[in-house]
């Protein structure tokens, strides 16, 4: 069973070296577990979306855009090394109280959509089916079945404060990463006051501790499907995953959202006089759900069966925005040499 490190921080910085820790600490804790690290920073990922047949099909890609740049993309390369894995376990800096930009990037790019389960699922078995309503809808798109393969994650989020408000979206942020693979996360720490390269290694920080127990949470539940494995790490308010980011209901109602995954939920006052969020048993609005993914699957085809007959009717609205000139500033990697 191969779990795939990825590292979002400075070479050999404190995300590195913790993601080591806790790559080690599952190869230790399982004969069966074989490791492989990569690191983001030392990729080329290019900041257009990655080329896919989805968005080829659908008319929705801009393929002269790579295919007229030098730039090297290791993006595809990832994805396949993603899709390959039977585990992650991702290790990213908080950077502004959430997780380094760069994975972000990446995630947007050349995740999400693209390997969304509830969508690879509904296309393979409506190709299957021979629907020709999907045909015609994604006529060269093929889902890749890897997605849907049983895939357990592990998350570190590593910052320099000590205290709580600095880290508050990271874990959230680093959740949004892996749900559309429908990626079961087993454990989730959050290190803080570790601002020094290396300064993870101290003794008594317990930053070890917590990414050897990531690992071996990780290298327990390889192998499982989403509903068999189990939740190892410290408990949250939302049932789903596990976090504390609550959104509370305007206009004076009691009801509230988890802000990392969309469930649903009402404040409630308990015997002892403390309010807490209560949420749905069956979530049909978590995005870490697959009713939730299905839920959003369906939403989409409806906005596109109403939108796209109704798209003919702004091509000439669109092609003035695509015209329009504004006043520019210049930048050095876009000055053109005069002589």
């Known amino acids: 069973m191969q779990i795939l490190g990825i ?112 969508f690879v699922s509904r296309a393979l078995k409506q190709q299957a089916a021979g629907i020709a309503r999907f045909k015609d809808y994604v006529k060269d798109y093929v889902p890749d079945e890897r997605v849907l393969k049983n895939r357990v994650v592990g998350l570190i989020a590593v910052g320099g404060a000590t205290c709580t408000e600095w880290g508050t979206l990271a874990l959230p942020g680093l959740q949004q990463c892996v749900f559309s693979l429908h990626a079961k996360v087993v454990d989730q720490v959050i290190v803080r006051g570790c601002p020094f390269p290396g300064s993870v290694l101290i003794e008594g920080v317990g930053a070890v501790e917590l990414a050897e127990r990531v690992g071996r949470s990780v290298a327990s539940q390889i192998g499982k499907g989403y509903e068999e494995a189990v939740y190892l790490g410290d408990e949250g308010s939302c049932p789903y995953c596990h976090l504390d980011l609550i959104v509370i209901e305007g206009k004076g109602g009691n009801g509230c959202e988890c802000g990392a995954c969309g469930a649903k939920g009402k404040l409630e006052v308990d015997c002892e006089g403390r309010i807490k969020p209560v949420f749905e048993a069956e979530s049909g609005t978590s995005v870490v759900t697959w009713k939730g993914k299905e839920n959003h699957m369906a939403e989409i085809e409806k906005a596109g069966r109403i939108l796209r007959p109704k798209m003919g009717s702004v091509k000439e609205k669109k092609e003035e925005f695509d015209k329009m000139e504004f006043g520019k500033v210049e930048f050095p990697s876009q000055r053109v040499e005069r002589t």
């Open 7 to 118: 590292s979002c921080g400075s070479p050999n910085g404190n995300s590195e070296i913790l993601l080591k820790t806790a790559l080690l600490a599952a190869a230790s804790s399982s004969p069966t577990v074989t490791t492989s690290l990569v690191s983001l920073q030392s990729l080329s990922l290019p900041t257009p979306a990655m080329p896919n047949d989805l968005e080829r099909s659908l008319g929705l890609s801009s393929p002269t855009i790579l295919a007229s740049s030098q730039i090297p993309d290791d993006r595809p390369a990832l994805v396949d090394a993603i899709l390959h894995a039977d585990a992650l376990i991702i290790s990213c800096p908080i950077y502004t109280r959430q997780p380094a930009g760069l994975l972000k990037a990446f995630t947007d790019t050349a995740l999400g959509p693209f390997v969304d389960a509830a």
